[in-house]
């Protein structure tokens, strides 16, 4: 089974610059999760789709990140304009399906993560 | 805000020697994650802890949960270099899989 894809692997930007991350979940996969993971630290939720609708958004910052995932498959997570502080890891993951009660269904699995570097 | 804390943040060890690591957490949740990152890597699942007294092994590490002290410890048996990772623990708070990650345990197994 394939695992959670995403590309690209490593981007340099120049603070106020724009920059697009996509990624592929495992297929079947109802649930799609962006984390931002800062050096040295656990990774933090930014947004989490069930299917194309956003569940849960509170972490993300609105003025400058927006994601989307249309048709309820891939998505892009976009930074506009870029700052230094958006320097870190951008991580993917899918579940199964939240929505259901049985927690088997729960568990995330995470891709390979984009490396953002803003100059 | 959910707040979780893993302690050490930075563990160096010998070889065969046993250590534990731990992860409190502030609010009431019965679902807990442990991960596995090595350098310039992503996350790889170790452990999911679904109820209190869960335990589960697996290799050298074996995990357990105490949900009424909010408690969570990943216990390393006998290490050996190829258990050198960044261990992280995650709580689910809401149900929904909406994980509040710790900062995470830097692990260093030495000859």
């Known amino acids: 089974e394939a695992g959670v894809a995403q590309s690209p692997r490593y981007k340099i930007i120049e603070k106020r610059q724009s920059v697009a991350f996509w990624c592929n979940p495992i297929s079947g996969h109802a649930t799609l999760y962006w984390y931002q993971q800062i050096l040295g630290q656990g990774p933090k939720l930014l947004i989490q789709?069930?299917?194309?609708?956003?569940?849960?958004d509170s972490q993300l910052p609105k003025d400058r990140f927006s994601a989307e995932r249309l048709k309820g498959v891939d998505s892009t997570l976009k930074i506009q304009p870029a700052k230094l502080e958006d320097s870190a890891v951008y991580l993917c993951a899918s579940s199964l399906d939240t929505s259901q009660e049985d927690r088997v269904f729960n568990e995330q699995f995470f891709g390979p993560g984009t490396r953002l570097t803003v100059l | 805000e959910l707040k979780v804390e893993q302690n050490p943040l930075f563990l160096s060890m010998q070889e065969g020697k046993n250590y534990t690591i731990y992860c409190n957490y502030s609010t009431t949740s019965d679902r807990l994650y442990w991960y596995r990152q090595d350098p310039g890597k992503s996350l790889e699942s170790l452990f999911v802890?679904?109820?209190?007294?869960a335990v589960k092994q697996e290799g050298r590490l074996m995990a357990s949960l105490d949900t009424k002290a909010r408690l969570s410890t990943l216990h390393i048996t006998a290490a050996v270099h190829d258990l050198s990772a960044t261990y992280f623990c995650a709580v689910d708070k809401t149900g929904y899989s909406t994980l509040t990650f710790g900062k995470g345990t830097m692990l260093l197994v030495s000859p």
């Open positions: 802890l679904l109820s209190n007294g």
């Open positions: 789709f069930q299917n194309n609708g956003v569940v849960d």
